[in-house]
């Protein structure tokens, strides 16, 4: 009960984490002359669709952070001379209501927010503005990492951006930590495994011992070292050795499962999987909400999710377990040391602009604006300060995500990119002889999708 207070403030603060959206600073001034006049916009109305109606810029409505987030958009409309509206999708799929505002030239919203699941198939219909002609893509600190904006990087142009300078939006939707049952940790008298994160011998090696000691035969039951969903343990497991799921080198791609770091991670993790640690792997698939259950009723150790999972309000592990850690995956022998990596799927907190805004200029000027830092968290360890104090246990769990979000790589799931990772676990056929097999298709992918992802990469961004 000793965290009381801090789950307190995480319902307060933090239940809105994966709710998308922006806030406006004082005394802005944007980058970019329209025909308004670099700091006055006329009076000019823009449309900014909510994320939800509860929590309109991100931030559960009633929340400090939702407080800080309101200031900031009056602040933007004084500065600037302007008038955000926000608007609400009333439901409505945020891709379909872009397409429809392109086809009829009746602009539902300027700004969309919206997960980049529903965005990138209208991205590559051109129902989506480039921006890389209206902002400086290069001010990572405020747009998000090439890394994290791969799935929207297409024909040679850039189609959106995130909040990245905004405490808990910037983690967004990225995969995949391991949660830790510190409760078990402590009633079983076994090793804190983030000491060994801590102490730099978080190997593979390492993690198998781990998991048999952790694996407790109790009264007939057994509370098992691990549970995990298969696809996660496998990317994580590849991408622990240093290894890439694609590489563009020359004008080519390279898929990272081709290469002997890859095949070596992929070779060890169906042994630790279906060998050495067959026993102490829960038989349930914790996948959907289920490691949450797991956690909370303390059948597991250790178990892999999403991040949206680990830290979003009431039904998060982080709120309803009274003490969890955050692991990072264990390292390869190839693999940098310290350098844990993660993927993901899917932005949720995209923003976006359809293709026949009449006004991208100003548009761009005032997200621009909102997406400045708030004054509290100026820098990432500002950020990370937050984070330690109203998110999670420990400030060695916050330092872990943050490097896996350094770190992170978009996993092409959509593209089928990732199915060769995640198919090299589960196929029954020798791993050599899978790959090879597989070949074709991930060349089909390659030529189809990721060839232009990395090129518009090499457009926006340069060597």
């Not at 480039?130 to 890394?147: I, M, V």
């Not at 990596?341 to 100003?362: C, G, R, W």
């Not at 420990?394 to 943050?402: C, Q």
């Not at 990772?421 to 097999?437: A, D, K, M, Q």
Request: a negative charge; charged letters at 20%; proline letters at 4%.
């Amino acid at each position: 009960m000793s965290k009381f207070i801090k789950i307190l403030s995480f319902f307060l603060t933090v239940l809105i984490l994966l709710s998308a959206c922006q806030t406006a600073a004082a005394e802005i001034v944007p980058e970019y002359e329209t025909d308004y006049g670099s700091d006055d916009l006329g009076g000019m109305t823009v449309k900014w669709l909510k994320w939800a109606d509860d929590c309109p810029l991100g931030y559960l409505e009633g929340t400090a952070l939702s407080d800080v987030a309101m200031q900031r958009k009056s602040s933007v409309e004084n500065s600037l001379n302007c008038k955000i509206e926000l608007v609400s999708s009333n439901g409505a799929d945020t891709g379909g209501l872009i397409s429809g505002s392109v086809m009829s030239g009746v602009l539902f919203s300027d700004v969309f927010l919206g997960g980049t699941f529903g965005l990138v198939t209208h991205m590559r219909a051109g129902y989506l503005l480039g921006l890389s002609s209206y902002l400086d893509a290069s001010d990572t600190e405020k747009w998000g990492t090439p890394n994290m904006l791969q799935s929207l990087l297409w024909n040679n142009d850039l189609y959106g951006v995130v909040p990245y300078a905004w405490p808990e939006l910037l983690y967004t939707s990225f995969g995949y930590p391991i949660a830790v049952c510190e409760e078990l940790i402590k009633q079983y008298g076994r090793t804190d495994p983030r000491e060994y994160v801590e102490n730099g011998t978080w190997t593979w090696d390492r993690f198998e011992t781990a998991l048999q000691e952790y694996t407790v035969q109790e009264n007939g039951r057994t509370i098992y070292g691990f549970a995990t969903h298969k696809p996660y343990f496998s990317m994580m497991m590849f991408l622990s050795n240093g290894v890439t799921l694609s590489d563009f080198e020359d004008g080519k791609v390279v898929c990272g499962a081709y290469t002997d770091r890859g095949f070596t991670a992929l070779s060890r993790a169906r042994e630790i999987y279906y060998e050495t640690c067959a026993d102490c792997i829960h038989p349930d698939d914790p996948w959907g909400g289920v490691g949450i259950d797991m956690i909370v009723n303390k059948d597991v150790f250790l178990v892999p999710l999403p991040t949206n999972e680990i830290f979003r309000g009431t039904d998060s592990v982080l709120y309803r377990a009274s003490d969890v850690g955050i692991l990072p995956f264990p390292l390869g022998p190839d693999a940098t040391p310290n350098t844990y990596k993660s993927y993901h799927e899917s932005l949720d907190f995209a923003t976006v602009i359809p293709a026949n805004e009449k006004e991208p200029e100003a548009v761009v000027a005032i997200i621009s604006a909102m997406y400045e830092p708030f004054d509290e968290f100026k820098t990432k360890d500002d950020i990370i300060n937050y984070m330690s104090s109203n998110v999670f246990f420990d400030e060695r769990d916050a330092n872990i995500v943050a490097t896996m979000l350094k770190n992170t790589e978009y996993g092409f799931f959509l593209e089928g990119g990732r199915s060769v990772i995640e198919s090299s676990i589960e196929s029954g056929t020798p791993l050599s002889t899978h790959l090879e097999s597989y070949k074709a298709r991930y060349d089909e992918i390659v030529e189809k999708y990721m060839i232009h992802h990395y090129s518009a990469r090499l457009a926006v961004y340069g060597e």
